[in-house]
């Protein structure tokens, strides 16, 4: 089975590609799904206090925003934090794509992972390709500012903290450039994604 990874930036249009690649029936894992999870759990929230302080606990759950203002803002933190909580997320996205591997045996088959944060977890070690989807700042920041309470502030700390058009040449990875249209960001994918067929991939059948 083919693996291939969609990561970009907060803002850069990632969650839009990995619901339309979704929407055209592929099977998708979704990296922030499974990090919320892990955020309920009773050992990474004990991890948690003792790796950044019990103020990130509250009535025994993760502060969340407490959370993303500590590592956002403090590097060793963040490093701290990351190693931590790295070793699960892979473990999970790992047993995941054997799980829907075991279940799909179809030659040449293609399952997706939702990542903001593959090369960051490492991830990217375990995928056969990784999809990056690139967009400006500017257009960046406007888009996240407009879907939560995230600041321009906040918007470039995150920025900061997570691999750059730069880095993610040097790893190899396709670039999706989000400079236009949704439809012309679709119609990008779709292209792509002709081109993968073209090769003899083949779409999996999603878990119920």
Avoid: W
């Avoid at 879907?147 to 040097?170: C, F, H, W, Y």
């Amino acid at each position: 089975m083919k693996r291939i990874g969609i990561t970009g930036g907060i803002g850069s249009g990632k969650s839009l590609v990995c619901s339309h690649i979704r929407d055209r029936g592929y099977f998708v894992i979704d990296a922030d799904a499974l990090v919320a999870d892990l955020l309920e759990d009773t050992d990474i929230i004990k991890r948690i206090g003792e790796v950044l302080g019990d103020d990130c606990i509250k009535k025994n759950k993760v502060d969340k925003k407490k959370v993303s203002d500590i590592i956002f803002s403090d590097k060793d933190a963040y490093s701290r934090y990351m190693t931590m909580l790295s070793r699960f997320v892979v473990e999970e996205i790992e047993g995941l794509f054997k799980k829907h591997e075991a279940l799909n045996k179809i030659k040449d088959a293609i399952a997706f992972l939702d990542a903001p944060l593959i090369y960051e977890y490492g991830f990217d070690k375990n995928l056969d390709e990784v999809f990056y989807i690139n967009r400006n700042l500017k257009d960046r920041i406007a888009g996240a500012t407009s879907r939560d309470e995230s600041t321009p502030r906040d918007v470039k700390k995150r920025v900061n903290e997570q691999i750059s058009l730069e880095g993610a040449i040097k790893k190899g990875a396709t670039i999706i450039n989000n400079d236009g249209s949704v439809e012309e960001l679709i119609d990008k994918v779709d292209n792509i994604l002709s081109s993968i067929l073209e090769k003899g991939e083949t779409c999996t059948v999603k878990e119920r």
